[in-house]
């Protein structure tokens, strides 16, 4: 059973426009949550996080908004660059307990056309 | 520069054999971590160890092996019990295992000949 989901597999943009990325959770435990950007071939580069203690966090272009009563958060990426094409995984974790292993998502795969 | 750094890039093994994928850190990390991903997957967490002399067992640790004897270093053996080996490995690190966001190595591909 899948206890983050990405449940929209591609996504296509406009340069300049807003890329709005989701994600879905199940486990109420989860308290920290996080977006990493995937090159193929390479490893996820950490783009930014989120505590359950907050429901919004900026950094630059790139700002994440957690809504725990639907247990749903997103990335909005404003504005979209070329560069920003690449796969997006949402990462979860039950960072409060032992543990701090992140459960991902399966990805949404991000095209900005120029 | 401070990094992760995963060796060889591209592995390749024989049916029945052994093989060590090397992950080194100079971040000064104590967590670290060891996934796998599949084509279309998301990562899947394989062992991950918060200090030193000390690892756990992830969602798909059999078939696998670990050892933590030094902070900077965390191998990961794949042995001949991992029915299906070929993957993309992806070591990664925090600063601990709480409240940190993980950063990734490049990856080791593993494919059987």
């Known amino acids: 059973d899948q206890q983050v989901k990405q449940n929209s597999p591609s996504l296509s943009v406009q340069e300049g426009r807003i890329s709005i990325l989701n994600c879905d959770y199940t486990?109420?435990?989860?308290?920290?949550f996080l977006w990493y950007k995937k090159y193929p071939a390479e490893g996820p580069t950490f783009l930014i996080s989120?505590?359950?203690?907050?429901d919004k966090n900026e950094d630059g272009r790139f700002t994440v908004f957690l809504n725990k009563s639907a247990k749903h958060l997103s990335l909005h990426i404003v504005p979209s660059q070329p560069g920003d094409s690449a796969v997006y995984f949402c990462?979860?974790?039950?960072?409060?307990?032992?543990?701090?292993?992140?459960?991902f998502g399966k990805g949404t795969k991000l095209s900005v056309k120029p | 520069d401070g990094g992760i750094t995963q060796s060889p890039k591209y592995l390749f093994r024989k049916e029945g054999q052994n093989v060590t994928l090397s992950c080194e850190q100079n971040l000064n990390h104590d967590a670290m971590y060891w996934y796998r991903q599949d084509p279309g997957q998301g990562l899947r967490l394989i062992y991950y160890s918060q200090i030193v002399n000390d690892f756990q067992k992830g969602d798909i640790a059999e078939g696998y092996s670990v050892s933590r004897e030094k902070k900077e270093s965390f191998p990961l053996t794949v042995t001949s019990a991992q029915k299906n080996p070929t993957a993309f490995y992806l070591c990664a690190s925090s600063i601990t295992a709480q409240y940190q966001p993980q950063h990734f190595g490049d990856g080791t591909r593993l494919s059987i000949l």
């Open positions: 486990n109420s435990m989860f308290d920290y």
């Open positions: 989120i505590s359950s203690i907050k």
């Open positions: 990462a979860a974790s039950a960072a409060g307990g032992s543990q701090g292993n992140l459960i």
